[in-house]
């Protein structure tokens, strides 16, 4: 079968320690799963998680260089653990999600803060606030069977060396677990999915520049410098 324009290469991230890359199917974003950042952000209280999704090919592989976006005069950082899911399913246990985890990295669910909230007063979906160009950077990830499968542990940011994002993954919300059972009841996840389990507060503006430092105790380290834009 011939396809009629060229393909283009698989979205992937890499496996630390190893020459293998993890094909990226799509990812899932949970929103406010810190309680900090829910109330940072209006909410109060464990209410039902939701989830967004960014485009596979919004992925910076490995971090580098972010360009800053274009229509935006707002535009944030989010520090996030990542979930590799290997095993796809519909409706599982969360007490089996586990089993269906590749392995873990950090990520960057970068936002264009004013899109996103033209987007709430309208009643109108977030896309042009979540998904865009270069809108996911991802660290490499590390396999669970090296590090097992972190429910606490630091989790932190820091832009141009200041700390700006500092909390414990067991301040979750949702754990990693009950995110990917709510997620299967709406959703056949499969594999190749990457799910960002949510930021906790401090989130805030970055410019051209900036430069920002992530990461997960235990899981790792992501670093980005955002450029001027296109």
């Known amino acids: 079968m011939a396809h ?35 109330k940072e952000m209006g909410g109060d209280g464990r209410e039902m998680p939701f989830f967004f999704l960014k485009s596979a090919h919004s992925l910076v592989a490995g971090g580098g260089n972010v360009h800053y976006p274009p229509k935006t005069a707002n535009y944030h950082y989010e520090t ?22 590749f392995g873990y990295g950090v990520g960057l669910d970068m936002t264009r803060r004013d899109l996103q909230q033209l987007g709430k007063d309208h009643g109108r979906p977030w896309d042009f606030g979540k998904d865009f160009d270069e809108a996911a950077p991802c660290s490499a990830l590390v396999p669970a069977a090296k590090i097992g499968h972190p429910a606490k542990g630091v989790i932190w940011l820091r832009l141009n060396g200041k ?37 906790p507060a401090g989130v805030g503006p970055v410019k051209p520049g900036d430069d920002m430092h992530a990461g997960v105790d235990g899981v790792g380290e992501l670093k980005v410098k955002i450029v001027p834009a296109l």
């Open 80 to 101: 996030e653990m990542v979930v590799a899911i290997s095993k796809g399913g519909r409706r599982i246990d969360a007490k089996k999600a586990n089993e269906h985890i």
């Open 4 to 38: 009629v324009i060229s393909m283009w290469d698989i979205p992937s991230v890499a496996v630390k320690d190893s020459n293998d890359r993890f094909p990226v199917r799509r990812i899932f974003c949970v929103g406010r799963n810190y309680v900090e950042h829910q």
């Open 163 to 199: 700390e700006r994002q500092k909390a414990d993954l067991s301040d979750m919300i949702w754990s990693v677990p009950e995110q990917i059972a709510y997620l299967s009841e709406y959703y056949t996840l499969e594999p190749g999915d990457l799910i960002y389990s949510g930021t």
